[in-house]
């Protein structure tokens, strides 16, 4: 298989963050990725906010599973807020 897409199957989402913020050339880097991803023939703007503050990550993920629960797409299991 593919690298490009084996990583692509691979990839999960996460909730648990480290306690250490990554190097300023290492989010560059992550920048200059997100921006090559396509956009619908480079038809809408960029916009990437990069949070390391870990109180802010914290409450964001509270209020996305508060807002999953009550639309009714959240599992039992999924409940930690």
């Known amino acids: ?3 490009t ?3 692509i199957l691979k990839r999960v989402g996460t909730t648990a963050y480290q306690p250490k913020q990554i190097k300023d050339d290492e989010l560059d880097l992550i920048i200059r990725a997100g921006k090559a991803a396509p956009n619908a023939f480079n038809a809408q703007n960029w916009h990437f906010s ?7 990550l ?3 993920d509270r ?3 508060q807002a999953l629960d009550e639309i009714g797409d959240i599992d039992e299991d999924e409940r930690d807020y």
Not at 50 to 56: F, G, H, K, P, T
């Open 1 to 3: 298989m593919n690298e």
């Open 5 to 7: 897409i084996s990583n």
């Open 50 to 56: 990069v949070i390391q503050d870990r109180e802010i």
């Open 58 to 60: 914290e409450a964001i």
């Open 63 to 65: 209020k996305t599973f």
